[in-house]
T-cell receptor, first 108, second 113 residues
Framework: EDQVTQSPEALRLQEGESSSLNCSYTVSGLRGLFWYRQDPGKGPEFLFT???AGEEKEKERLKATLTKKESFLHITAPKPEDSATYLCAVYYTDKLIFGTGTRLQVFP | DGGITQSPKYLFRKEGQNVTLSCEQN?????MYWYRQDPGQGLRLIYYSQIVNDFQKGDIAEGYSVSREKKESFPLTVTSAQKNPTAFYLC????????????FGEGSWLTVV
């Protein structure tokens, strides 16, 4: 079955404590992987698109990487304002599947 | 500023009523989408439209209807046939439907009372 799984479901970090969020997928013919940030009660905000294994993208404290089976969102020295739910989505053939997200909390 | 505007932000519906959620975009995008978000579940596609006057059912279209009379607008009607309509509804758009990045509006909360 085609699936997108995000782990962990929730993550608590101290400010400055770097970590990684995982998005693993079991689909054939990946055509793109997307990362979004979602604040409570708001729509997802686009972060990155990755198209092929080995590709990396960076934005401020965030760095997204992609392999043939998974993607990582690395957060370096996070701040409390990085607290949010991070969603990944996988586009393959003509379908887009969203994961259930990782809820990140960063404490000062 | 370019973006996607959803209204209302909060909506209450009585049992048996139809309600319509508005979605307007000024990004000049051809494709528009409606998603539903429930706690603990990934976003699920309700309907999508790749071009004016054309739309397709998504994974959970039962109890919903849409129209696409203008490029900028893609309203969603939640009908009384939708058994569990209480949810967070997200409208989105993209340049085209073939794997292009999807951008979201701020969402609308619908509660059945």
């Amino acid at each position: 079955e085609d699936q997108v799984t995000q782990s962990p479901e929730a993550l608590r970090l101290q400010e400055g404590e770097s970590s990684s969020l995982n998005c693993s997928y079991t689909v054939s013919g990946l055509r793109g992987l997307f990362w979004y940030r979602q604040d409570p009660g708001k729509g997802p905000e686009f972060l990155f698109t990755l198209y092929s294994a080995g590709e990396e993208k960076e934005k401020e404290r965030l760095k997204a990487t992609l392999t043939k089976k998974e993607s990582f969102l690395h957060i370096t020295a996070p701040k409390p304002e990085d607290s949010a739910t991070y969603l990944c989505a996988v586009y393959y053939t003509d379908k887009l599947i969203f994961g259930t997200g990782t809820r990140l909390q960063v404490f000062p | 500023d370019g973006g996607i505007t959803q209204s209302p932000k909060y909506l209450f519906r009585k049992e048996g009523q139809n309600v319509t959620l508005s979605c307007e975009q000024n990004l000049n995008h051809d494709a528009m989408y409606w998603y539903r978000q429930d706690p603990g579940q990934g976003l699920r596609l309700i309907y999508y439209s790749q071009i004016v006057n054309d739309f397709q059912k998504g994974d959970i279209a039962e109890g919903y209807s849409v129209s696409r009379e203008k490029k900028e607008s893609f309203p969603l009607t939640v009908t009384s046939a939708q058994k569990n309509p209480t949810a967070f509804y997200l409208c989105a758009s993209s340049i085209g439907a073939d794997g292009n990045t999807i951008y979201f509006g701020e969402g609308s909360w619908l509660t059945v009372v």
